[in-house]
């Protein structure tokens, strides 16, 4: 089997937002894919009303994971038992020795989590880049060799949510300010047509039925803007720092 990749992130969902795409590509082409979300996002918003409690939350969207997992290709998925909202305050090193361990497990070749702003500079994804590098640094020649961090371009979400506006259509995202999302696009090293993987994509996303309700603007997406804003997915190179390779462009060749 061709090498394998590793999607860590902090909550269940970031992972297919950022890069289902990829994910189901990697799988489609026999690679072993695994999913790793540092909590069970107990904390988050929802607007499913049976859902009362931190446990009652965090239980269902792990189902959640699982389900999108499938939708994916993936061949394992699973939340860890850190506090979501407070993994900011943890043992970097501690949690860097956990990582660490889960990457001699799996031996990925390639590992994908969030790039340096964390998307929109959420505390949690922010640590969850922190203990990624502590744990690369655990493990020294023996870390993976390729690791990638998942965004969106400066003025991506901003766009989107003016375009669904002016059709009339819902446009919330979990209550995040629009211009809060992104990274510079000239840190961006890779961008990909997904495209032909956006069906698992957004039948992963929409797994997610405690995180978007009909307020949230993916939850009406017209397919036209499912293509534009959701059919292509950007990474920055982390490690190797300089390569005259692309792990992430030659695993899916259609790059911009």
Known sequence: M???VLAVFAHPDDE???AG???????AAGRRVAIVSMTRGERGPTELPELVGWEALGGARAAELLAAAGALGASSAKCLEYRD???ADADEKQVGRVLARLLERERPELVISFSEEGLYWHPDH???S???NTSFELLGPGAPAWLYGATWPEGHAGRLVA???ARGLPADLWGIEPDAFGAPADSITTSLDVRPFLPAKLAALRAYASQIGPSHLLSGLPDDLAEEFLGREYFVRIRPETSRTDWLAEALPERA
């Open 2 to 4: 061709a090498g394998g």
């Open 21 to 27: 795409g990829i994910l189901a590509a990697c799988a």
């Open 85 to 87: 909202g407070e993994l």
């Open 126 to 128: 922010l640590a969850v």
């Open 130 to 132: 922190r203990f990624l």
């Open 163 to 165: 375009i669904v506006r």
């Open 16 to 18: 297919s937002l950022l």
